[in-house]
């Protein structure tokens, strides 16, 4: 299962090659019936696990973010910051 999340951490990794297409939304084109119990299982397991990451790696973007924004914005200490 390949994850957009991990191919943004692992930029060096080329990800699909040519004959791979058909491998992009896999996921949400399967039907339950299509697969063993146990593998349907484990599928949305996978898919859950993953949607997890994505959305923590989406929280510590924020995050960075906003003490970029913090840091470009709080006053410079020095003597002209004390003058009252």
Avoid: C
Avoid at 24 to 44: M, N, P, Q, T
Wanted: aromatic share 10%.
């Amino acid at each position: 299962m390949m994850a957009g999340w991990w191919l943004e951490q692992n930029p060096e990794f080329e990800g699909l090659n040519d004959g791979g297409e058909w491998l992009v939304g896999f996921r949400s084109r399967l039907r339950e019936d299509e697969l063993h119990e146990l593998d349907w299982a484990y599928i949305k397991e996978l898919t859950a696990w993953h949607e997890e990451q994505a959305q923590e790696m989406e929280r510590e973007k924020q995050k960075e973010k906003e003490n970029r924004v913090a840091a470009e914005t709080q006053p410079l200490a020095g003597p002209s910051s004390l003058a009252l």
